[in-house]
Nanobody, 123 residues
Framework: QVQLVESGGGLVQAGGSLRLSCAASGRTFSSYAMGWFRQAPGKEREFVAAISWSGSSTNYADSVKGRFTISRDNAKNLVYLQMNSLKPEDTAVYYC????????????????WGQGTQVTVSS
């Protein structure tokens, strides 16, 4: 089992950058594929980015491709989401999630979730 805690959210102007972090508990962090999702008010939770156990494979939603970068540090039990060129439509609560097998990009496929961190992008 793994517990996840996100941090790094905040208020930023359009065009700015933020880096989200997700700290995981447990000694088996490297056994989990990790994902970032987001949920805006009145909308369903949507996939943002995913990374495999080793970090060698990543995947992104089309809406963030080229602007966001997911990475992980297995020695520190951390996963990151670097967000550049932020847009007002990126405003949402961002969630970190974990699952055993990589290659899944829907919320229902993930077993463990953090509490979320708010990202607000002003125009």
């Amino acid at each position: 089992q793994v517990q996840l805690v996100e941090s790094g959210g905040g208020l930023v102007q359009a065009g700015g950058s933020l880096r989200l972090s997700c700290a995981a508990s447990g000694r088996t962090f490297s056994s989990y594929a990790m994902g970032w999702f987001r949920q805006a008010p009145g909308k369903e939770r949507e996939f943002v980015a995913a990374i495999s156990w080793s970090g060698s494979s990543t995947n992104y939603a089309d809406s963030v491709k080229g602007r966001f970068t997911i990475s992980r540090d297995n020695a520190k039990n951390l996963v990151y989401l670097q967000m550049n060129s932020l847009k007002p439509e990126d405003t949402a609560v961002y969630y970190c999630a974990a699952r055993v097998n990589p290659g899944a990009y829907v919320p229902g496929a993930y077993d463990y979730w953090g509490q979320g961190t708010q990202v607000t992008v002003s125009s």
